[in-house]
């Protein structure tokens, strides 16, 4: 199986994400799981990453804390959408399972250097204010990375936290933009791609025929995460931003997209965290990410419904 380190600032579609790898053993090894501040602080993220991964009876999962604010601001939280614990919509219980010793960055320039070059890969469903921590401390390890898989960014379909801004690039545009600078083979996958994995009445009761509990909880979960979009735009489902990092993975053919040059904003504060793509290759700006565009949205909710029934 391919090597990951999880990402994540959970949030409902962290958690979706988180349990798609989990229904897929065969196709990803979970080395780590690292939190991150972003839709709530950090003390709910690493609590929420620890209901998760007991709510899937995975409390062998290392799991550490990361980052409590973003390299260059203060943070900025999405309980607007998520709820006040990030989690919101089941009632679950504390979690009991320890956090792993030591800092989410140290574990991440650890395993790159411990593990054979080229072999890791980074999913990142947060800010990137623990990736861009590791490359400061320890640029030597780029180099190392198979691969980074992020949510993030909107450019034809604009921002979701402000006109400009996609959330997880806004709240620290700084380490964004390190991410982009590094020579790290990325791939994104931005809101004109999530938007279009919504979640239908007919998709989510796939989820509710499973019947476990884990299923059950996702639901509830998702059911609370869509009101924000269905309630403001009259959509018919929540935008399911972040397991299609994880989907990629599993299934690359579910998405179209191409070579392109990404910058992103730090100085304007009309425009801050904006992610400048040069879909066009207008500029000679080098190619730094692959950006994904198109998604094959009910491929996207077999796969997630087939994987979740494994836990
Ligand atoms: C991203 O922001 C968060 O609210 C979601 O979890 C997702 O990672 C979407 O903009
Ligand atoms: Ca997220």
Redesign the pocket.
């Known amino acids: 199986p391919r090597k990951i380190i999880v990402d994540t ?1 959970p ?1 409902q ?2 958690a979706a994400a988180i349990m798609l790898a989990f229904g897929s053993p065969d196709e990803l090894e979970i080395l780590g799981i690292t939190a991150v501040a ?2 709530v602080p950090l003390s709910l993220t690493t609590r929420n990453v620890r209901i998760i991964c007991e709510l899937c009876g995975r409390i062998d999962v290392r799991i550490y804390a990361g980052a409590d604010k973003p390299i260059a601001r203060e943070l900025v939280t ?1 309980e607007h ?2 709820g006040k614990t990030g989690l919101d919509g089941p009632e679950l219980d504390e979690p009991t399972m320890p956090l792993a010793e030591g800092h989410a960055v140290d574990f991440i320039i650890d395993t790159l250097k411990s593990e054979a070059p080229g072999t890791v890969t980074l999913c990142t ?2 800010p990137l204010t623990n990736v861009a921590m590791a490359l400061q401390k320890a640029p030597e390890i780029a180099p190392r990375i198979r691969e980074l898989v992020m ?2 960014g909107g450019f034809f379909e604009g921002g ?2 402000t006109p400009a801004a ?3 690039i806004y709240v620290d545009p700084e380490a964004a933009d390190l991410v982009f600078k590094s020579g790290i083979p990325i791939v994104v996958m931005p ?1 004109d791609l ?1 938007h279009q994995l919504l979640t239908l009445k007919s998709r989510v009761e796939r989820i509710r025929e499973i019947g476990t509990r884990p299923a059950i909880a996702m639901v509830e979960m998702l059911e609370f995460f869509e009101r924000f979009d269905v309630e403001k735009y009259g959509s018919d489902g929540g935008p399911l ?2 397991p299609s990092v994880i989907a990629y993975l599993l299934r690359p053919e579910l998405f179209k997209g191409r070579e392109c040059n990404v910058e992103i904003e730090t100085k304007s504060a009309l425009t801050m965290g904006m992610t400048v793509v040069d879909w066009w290759h207008v500029t000679d700006r080098k190619r730094n990410a692959k950006v994904m565009r198109h998604a094959d949205a009910d491929g996207f909710f077999a796969l997630l419904t087939e994987r979740f029934a494994r836990i």
């Open positions: 600032d949030g579609d962290d972003g839709n999405a959408v998520h469903l947060g949510m993030g979701n936290i996609e959330f997880n809101l999530t931003h972040d």
